[in-house]
Nanobody, 125 residues
């Protein structure tokens, strides 16, 4: 699976962005998908994930009620709608996929098999 993340950019605090992770080479059916983010000098941080089996969704506490992850089956993609953005949301955002991940592994980057290239999100006035 090849993943392509897009939709990043510069936005004012309080604004919104929608990131998209499109897959090529294989359908995302059967894959659990997540978004991570990373800032310079820090470890990659889990943001949101959606489990293939049952469709359960998980969010980091820092983004709950502001971010929404969703599948777009017709486009073979997963979106991340980000509202009420804050300067601390500034990071490179990555999407990731796994066929075998279990609940306890969602926040563990090494548990994912495929990664997109990252898209920069900058929240600044």
């Amino acid at each position: 699976v090849q993943l392509q993340a897009s939709g990043g950019g510069l936005v004012l605090p309080g604004g919104s962005l929608r990131l998209s992770c499109a897959a090529s080479g294989r359908t995302l059916s059967g894959y659990s998908m997540s978004w991570f983010r990373q800032t310079p000098g820090k470890e990659r941080e889990f943001v949101a994930g959606i489990k293939w089996s049952g469709g359960r969704i998980y969010y980091a506490d820092s983004v709950k009620s502001r971010f929404t992850i969703s599948r777009v089956s017709a486009e073979n993609a997963v979106n991340l709608q980000m509202n009420s953005l804050r300067p601390e949301d500034t990071a490179v955002y990555y999407c990731a996929a796994s066929r075998t991940i279990i609940l306890s592994q969602f926040g563990v980057p090494s548990a994912y098999d495929y990664w997109g290239q990252g898209t920069q999100v900058t929240v600044s006035s």
